[in-house]
């Protein structure tokens, strides 16, 4: 798969990674969630999401961080080369996502990530996940920097935050990716800002639920524009959707996600599509009222704050 520089680093990436939420969420069995990552990297993709939170709650935080640590380790390609990027500030709590934004529980997670990735060299992507309205951007990101001076941490990133927030991060730490929700249902990133700040200043954009997340993903092939497209070219609807992003601006790295791997396969090919002016402008054409709208909520997760 062809590679890219993560933002403004020398850390080379594949153009499209693999978010592996859905492998501890859903749980899948473990030797199937290791087969399924063993596939991923196979395939030339470099760049992994996760989160330490990316667990069913607080009793086995750390799950998806230390899954593919596992499969990392029983990998019989070149490890080395794969690019783990892992979050924190967002905690499991009976099946909920609550934001913790305080620096010393930053701190205490990033050190117990660095653990379960290994704990032999440092975390190369650590994001804070959210910001926490109670705590000062620069308090949270204090933690990060000193991981980053503690060489616990190599790069730093954020997500969910605004340019306003991005700035305030930036005056404690360099900040390389932000990673915020961006799909056909959630276009803010083009509106609020954040994706052209992120091309001015060389810093890698993360689009998560770039296909719509589950329940509105599997319903793309509906879209006229999507359908007539992905069936002209061949594909399917969501790797179409992939491919879009890579077309869309130079500094976008989509993260597509899924338990099953021909699922994840489809949307990571991705990266042999090359869309037209035409096909892009026809997809960035498609307006809210053409998607289909089902239960699931297409708006950008706001998450309540730790009591």
Same mark, same amino acid.
């Given at each position: 798969?062809?590679?890219?520089?993560?933002?403004?680093?020398?850390?080379?990436?594949?153009?499209?990674?693999?978010?592996?939420?859905?492998?501890?969420?859903?749980?899948?069995?473990?030797?199937?969630?290791?087969?399924?990552?063993?596939?991923?990297?196979?395939?030339?993709?470099?760049?992994?999401?996760?989160?330490?939170?990316?667990?069913?709650?607080? %009793?086995?935080?750390?799950?998806?961080?230390?899954?593919?640590?596992?499969?990392?380790?029983?990998?019989?390609?070149?490890?080395?080369?794969?690019?783990?990027?892992?979050?924190?500030?967002?905690?499991?709590? #009976?099946?909920? =996502?609550?934001?913790?934004?305080?620096?010393?529980?930053?701190?205490?997670?990033?050190?117990?990530?660095?653990?379960?990735?290994?704990?032999?060299?440092?975390?190369?992507? =650590?994001?804070?996940? =959210?910001?926490?309205? &109670?705590?000062?951007?620069?308090?949270?990101?204090?933690?990060?920097?000193?991981?980053?001076?503690?060489?616990?941490?190599?790069?730093?990133? @954020?997500?969910?935050?605004?340019?306003?927030?991005?700035?305030?991060?930036?005056?404690?730490?360099?900040?390389?990716?932000?990673? #915020?929700?961006? #799909?056909? =249902?959630?276009?803010?990133?083009?509106?609020?800002?954040?994706?052209?700040?992120?091309?001015?200043? #060389?810093?890698?954009?993360?689009?998560?639920?770039?296909?719509?997340?589950?329940?509105?993903?599997?319903?793309?092939?509906?879209?006229?524009?999507?359908?007539?497209?992905?069936?002209?070219?061949?594909?399917?609807?969501? %790797?179409?959707?992939?491919?879009?992003?890579?077309?869309?601006?130079?500094?976008?790295?989509?993260?597509?996600?899924?338990?099953?791997?021909?699922?994840?396969?489809?949307?990571?090919?991705?990266?042999?599509?090359?869309?037209?002016?035409?096909?892009?402008?026809?997809?960035?054409? @498609?307006?809210?009222?053409?998607?289909?709208?089902?239960?699931?909520?297409? &708006?950008?997760?706001?998450?309540?704050?730790?009591?």
């Amino acid at each position: 798969m062809r590679e890219r520089l993560l933002g403004n680093t020398e850390t080379r990436v594949s153009i499209v990674g693999y978010g592996a939420m859905a492998l501890s969420l859903e749980r899948v069995p473990e030797a199937e969630a290791i087969d399924t990552l063993h596939r991923v990297f196979d395939l030339g993709v470099t760049f992994i999401d996760t989160a330490y939170s990316y667990c069913d709650d607080e %009793r086995d935080q750390h799950h998806n961080e230390k899954l593919i640590a596992r499969a990392l380790s029983s990998w019989t390609g070149d490890a080395s080369r794969i690019v783990v990027a892992t979050k924190g500030g967002a905690i499991r709590v #009976n099946g909920r =996502w609550l934001r913790k934004g305080a620096p010393e529980h930053l701190y205490d997670v990033i050190r117990a990530s660095h653990e379960a990735l290994g704990g032999r060299e440092p975390i190369a992507l =650590w994001q804070h996940h =959210w910001p926490d309205p &109670r705590v000062p951007i620069r308090d949270s990101m204090a933690a990060a920097r000193r991981a980053v001076d503690e060489g616990l941490v190599r790069h730093v990133g @954020i997500s969910n935050y605004s340019v306003a927030q991005i700035e305030e991060a930036r005056s404690v730490v360099d900040i390389v990716t932000v990673q #915020n929700q961006y #799909n056909l =249902w959630c276009r803010d990133p083009e509106r609020d800002g954040v994706l052209a700040y992120c091309e001015r200043e #060389n810093i890698c954009f993360l689009p998560y639920r770039p296909v719509g997340g589950l329940g509105l993903a599997q319903q793309l092939h509906h879209t006229r524009v999507l359908a007539e497209l992905a069936a002209a070219r061949g594909v399917s609807p969501w %790797r179409l959707m992939i491919a879009w992003f890579l077309a869309r601006s130079p500094c976008i790295l989509p993260i597509p996600g899924s338990m099953r791997w021909k699922n994840a396969e489809d949307c990571l090919r991705a990266a042999e599509v090359a869309l037209t002016p035409d096909e892009v402008r026809r997809i960035d054409a @498609i307006s809210i009222d053409e998607l289909p709208r089902l239960t699931t909520d297409p &708006r950008p997760l706001v998450l309540p704050a730790d009591s």
